[in-house]
């Protein structure tokens, strides 16, 4: 667990749609995105939404900084991480 992670499961934090809305583009397309499809890896958002994986990787971390989304390691391939979105409703 990372130290981001670590800080995000002691304080609980969720982030709201108020937060996604002064993200990039790319940041609100990978949100809604994973609005509708409960878990994704990278690579399945990348061909969801036609971006880059560079620009898919780039929203993801936005994502994650403002508290959006939630990862962990896919059970079927752990080089694989598996992405939700995690916003209050």
Do not use: C
Not at 62 to 85: G, M, N, P, Q, T
């Amino acid at each position: 667990m990372s130290a981001s992670e670590s800080l995000r499961h002691e304080t609980d934090q969720r982030g709201t749609w108020d937060d996604v809305r002064d993200l990039p583009p790319s940041a609100k397309l990978v949100a809604k995105v994973l609005e509708y499809n409960e878990t994704m890896t990278q690579q399945q958002i990348a061909d969801e939404t036609l971006l880059p994986s560079r620009t898919v990787r780039y929203a993801l971390n936005r994502l994650d900084e403002e508290h959006v989304i939630d990862s962990r390691f896919s059970f079927s391939d752990a080089r694989k991480r598996l992405y939700s979105l995690d916003i209050e409703a």
